[in-house]
């Protein structure tokens, strides 16, 4: 049976598609898209896609802060203007 909500809305959209991914939707959206997921082929693919780019970004995220913890970086950079 379809709520009025899911008639409105056939799908979802790529903010909670990425909330989803994250695992920051609250509770009763959560249900509903894990619902809609079930019987959805194109959202949950763009879950996947979602997730596969979460993860590159994370990856991306972990060689930023690799990079900027280097031992070798000066500690105050030097200044021109004074
Ligand atoms: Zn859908």
């Known amino acids: 049976m379809l709520t009025m909500d899911q ?5 979802y959209s790529d ?3 990425e909330r989803y991914s994250m ?5 009763v959206t959560l249900a509903k898209l894990e619902e809609h997921l079930l019987i959805c082929d194109p959202c949950r693919q763009r879950v996947s896609a979602s997730d596969a780019y ?6 991306a995220a972990k060689e930023v802060i690799a990079e900027t913890e ?12 004074n």
Do not use: F, S, W, Y
């Not at 008639?7 to 799908?11: A, D, F, R, Y």
């Not at 695992?23 to 509770?27: F, S, V, W, Y």
């Not at 979460?54 to 990856?59: D, E, I, M, V």
């Open 70 to 81: 280097k031992p070798d970086r000066p500690a105050v950079a030097p200044r021109a203007d």
């Open 23 to 27: 695992g920051t939707l609250d509770a």
């Open 15 to 17: 903010d909670e598609i």
């Open 54 to 59: 979460l993860a590159a970004l994370r990856q």
């Open 7 to 11: 008639v409105c809305n056939p799908h």
